[in-house]
């Protein structure tokens, strides 16, 4: 996908908006969503478990730089417990909820096997601390603890343009805030709720939902709302500035929400001026318009695949059932 964001007329626009992001819980490496335009992106990953922290590069690969800070983040400064899991994956700042992992057969991402002590540090602490660039784009996945890193982040907060966070509708962590907190809390800061993302349905067992039939017992059934991805984008009315507009317009494009670029475009005072001006895009609606249209045709392709492949577990629910989950 980056050839066509190069290719685009916003190219020198996007290279120039001085773009940061952030990524809390860098478990695996820097979330993917901006990768369209990574050659323009200044990356901060933060990972607090020792062993995690360990196995990521400093290669910055596709983005044009890449920073690993090996602290947690949260609601203040000081030290606390990070609770591991059997499956580190699951580690948070909060503790467990063990009879959740029982009720839905997860016990190998509730069951703590050991807490370990750690920084943590709020996100305006780690701007100062570490002279961390004003990040437009964030992505939040801490196991239960976003809300909290929300809450410290009260300056930094200001530059986010865009907000993809983890949220839960079933609390798997003791006083964990769950997706009716988070997003009142953010709408009236100025966000509003773009997209869900990856929701997982949640059965009694790591048992498929539907629309699969497995070899469980019951074999077949939709499950419960458990958890999922949210996309959250500043309200075009709420951009302060022209080039704060400029950067969530980068980011917009990147993520495919080309309404919201085209909203920006229309909303955000002198963004238009900015553009041509700076940037030479004198045409942005056309300019627009066929960058969405690149865009689509390729999601439209990858789309077709994924279908494709999508069929592989349908047919193995006709012929048998799919397998049971790693925590059966």
């Known amino acids: 996908m980056a050839p066509l964001f190069r290719s685009s007329p916003f190219a020198a626009a996007i290279g120039g908006a001085g773009l940061a992001a952030l990524d809390v819980g860098s478990r695996g490496g820097f979330d993917p969503e901006l990768l369209p335009i990574a050659w323009a992106v200044d990356t901060v990953g933060f990972e607090p478990e020792p062993d995690a922290f360990a196995a990521l590069s400093d290669d910055p690969g596709p983005w044009r730089s890449v920073r690993w800070i090996p602290a947690a983040v949260g609601a203040t400064d000081g030290r606390c417990p990070l609770y591991i899991p059997r499956d580190p994956n699951g580690c948070s700042l909060l503790?467990?909820?063990?009879?959740?992992?029982?009720?839905?057969?997860?016990?190998?991402?509730?069951?703590?096997?050991?807490?370990?002590?750690?920084?943590?540090?709020?996100?305006?602490?780690?701007?100062?601390?570490?002279?961390?660039?004003?990040?437009?784009?964030?992505?939040?996945?801490?196991?239960?603890?976003?809300?909290?890193?929300?809450?410290?982040?009260?300056?930094?907060?200001?530059?986010?343009?865009?907000?993809?966070?983890e949220a839960c509708f079933v609390p798997a962590r003791k006083h964990q805030p769950l997706v009716c907190d988070i997003e009142p809390w953010l709408r009236q800061r100025g966000f509003e709720l773009m997209?869900?993302?990856?929701?997982?349905?949640?059965?009694?067992?790591?048992?498929?939902?539907?629309?699969?039939?497995?070899?469980?017992?019951?074999?077949?059934?939709?499950?419960?709302?458990?958890?999922?991805?949210?996309?959250?984008?500043?309200?075009?009315?709420?951009?302060?500035?022209?080039?704060?507009?400029?950067?969530?317009?980068?980011?917009?494009?990147?993520?495919?929400?080309?309404?919201?670029?085209?909203?920006?475009l229309d909303r955000v005072a002198d963004l238009r001026r900015v553009l041509a001006d700076e940037f030479a895009v004198v045409d942005a609606d056309a300019a627009l318009f066929a960058l969405s249209r690149s865009v689509g045709r390729r999601v439209a392709w990858r789309t077709l695949g994924r279908r494709l492949r999508d069929m592989v577990p349908l047919v193995r629910s006709l012929l048998g059932g799919v397998p049971l989950g790693p925590g059966k």
């Open 195 to 264: 997209e869900i993302l990856t929701p997982a349905q949640w059965r009694l067992r790591p048992i498929a939902p539907h629309p699969y039939t497995s070899v469980g017992d019951p074999a077949y059934s939709r499950g419960q709302a458990g958890q999922c991805d949210l996309l959250f984008f500043r309200h075009p009315d709420a951009v302060a500035t022209a080039h704060d507009g400029l950067r969530a317009l980068a980011v917009a494009l990147a993520m495919g929400h080309f309404d919201r670029a085209k909203e920006l």
């Open 95 to 165: 503790e467990h909820d063990p009879a959740v992992g029982r009720r839905f057969g997860l016990q190998h991402l509730t069951e703590v096997v050991c807490a370990v002590e750690v920084d943590t540090l709020t996100l305006d602490t780690a701007v100062r601390r570490f002279d961390l660039p004003a990040a437009a784009y964030w992505k939040l996945d801490v196991e239960g603890a976003e809300l909290d890193i929300l809450r410290g982040a009260t300056q930094a907060l200001n530059h986010a343009q865009a907000i993809k966070l």
